[in-house]
């Protein structure tokens, strides 16, 4: 950490003017936003029956509307870097969060599958919109502050998918209609951007940064972005993989009951929410090459004793840590992505988002392809390599670019 430029030297001028409780309400205001996102995005995956049903979609037209959205996500994270750089953080949170609540708002009122098409893209395009921007602002008000909070954040997001899903879930149960729930998340999902926003870091002009006139980069062209964007991207296959085959695994390999089964996800998912509050810590204290090693190395020892033992607690055990160890390698991969030289942070973000967003889609079909030709263990073994590959590549690119 000694090699890095001193916090006070990497803040813009127009930050660092800022008083302690400018900064401070800024980091409450980033929170919001990331509670919000991960809110939003979990009331959506809970209405995915109810829009299977109420569109009479067979399994191949439900994939393409959930295509939509991760189309209309990686659309958005390849184009819209350049634009969020220019306006700043502020207007492309509020933008892209309420493209994305006014859309969820319309999922299941819409009267076409085909339009339902089109609202879920730019659902998706909102989303990522709204992801980049956020986590750009995570970066500046980890500067401003001078101490890491990203980690943090990205619980923040975890906590907002529980919160919307366990209300989602409530309000179906106790009689509300979808198409109601989707509205009233949409409206609080409104109603919070419209009171985060203003406290969001003013936006710096580009003549105003300290490396202003540095030579700038093609995002496009940096060896630093794709190797970043390559970790994130295996980082990332382990993580979608666990999302669709860890209850699988419990069911089928395990044979637990229903019930046990459905625990793997808590574990994980647990697991990654617990590591992601205690993240930042460690990272200011050993430094972010030492955190993603010792991370994702758990990570690997967590899924190699999932299916070296395959029995319910050494499985939940093993997921737990998987959970806890690949719960920072997104907010780790993200900061360094908006500190490479000479790339606007938000485009440096959207480039890494893009690609890892790849590795989230590629995860469960690579593990069902070779689970297809030998079997389910086997296939989950791809986690595990995914594990360390990252544990051996992530410190030193991390070194290599002095984050």
């Known amino acids: 950490m000694s090699d890095r430029p001193s916090e006070s030297a990497s803040i813009p001028a127009a930050h660092r003017n800022l008083p302690t409780s400018a900064r401070k309400r800024a980091r ?38 959930l295509f939509a959205v991760a189309g209309g996500s990686i659309g958005a994270m390849v184009t819209n870097g350049p ?4 306006v700043g953080t502020r207007r492309a949170c509020l933008a892209g969060g309420l493209v994305m609540s006014a859309c969820a708002a319309l999922i299941l009122v819409v009267p076409s599958y085909w339009m339902l098409l089109v609202l879920l893209a730019f659902f998706g395009a909102g989303m990522a919109t709204l992801d980049v921007a956020m986590n750009a602002e995570a970066s500046a008000v980890e500067e401003a502050l001078g101490r890491p909070i990203m980690s943090s954040l990205h619980g923040m997001f975890s906590l907002g998918g529980m919160a919307g899903a366990a209300v989602g879930g409530a309000a179906l149960a106790h009689g509300m209609a979808p198409a109601v729930h989707l509205l009233l998340a949409a409206l609080v999902s409104a109603g919070v951007l419209l009171a985060a926003c ?3 870091l003013p936006h710096v002009p580009h003549s105003e940064h300290p490396d202003a006139h540095a030579p700038r980069g093609n995002r496009w062209r940096s060896p630093a972005l794709w190797a970043l964007g390559a970790i994130a991207l295996v980082a990332l296959i382990a993580e979608g993989a666990m999302y669709d085959w860890a209850t699988v695994y419990m069911r089928d390999v395990v044979a637990s009951t229903p019930a046990v089964s459905s625990a793997a996800y808590a574990a994980f998912s647990g697991g990654m929410a617990v ?37 319910p607690v ?16 997104m907010p780790v991969l993200f900061a360094a992505a908006a500190r490479v030289k000479g790339i606007p942070a938000a485009e440096g973000l959207a480039h890494v988002a ?4 790849f590795g989230l889609l590629l995860g469960p079909v690579i593990i069902g392809g070779v689970a297809q030709v030998t079997n389910l263990p086997i296939g989950l073994s791809v986690v595990a390599l995914c594990a360390a590959l990252v544990a051996f590549a992530a410190p030193k690119v991390l070194r290599r670019l002095r984050i």
């Open 28 to 65: 409450y205001a980033t929170m919001a936003l990331f509670l919000i996102a991960g809110m939003m995005y979990a009331s959506w995956g809970v209405h995915v029956p109810t829009v299977r049903d109420r569109f009479h979609l067979n399994p191949a037209m439900l994939s393409v509307a």
């Open 83 to 86: 634009w969020i750089a220019r």
């Open 198 to 200: 203003p406290a969001v």
């Open 275 to 311: 590591a992601r509050f205690a993240g930042d810590a460690v990272r200011a204290r050993f430094g972010a090459p030492q955190l993603t090693a010792a991370s994702a190395s758990l990570a690997c020892a967590g899924m190699i004793g999932a299916l070296l033992l395959p029995h």
């Open 314 to 329: 050494a499985a939940l055990t093993g997921f737990t840590m998987m959970g806890l160890g690949l719960a920072n390698m």
């Open 354 to 357: 893009g690609l890892a967003y």
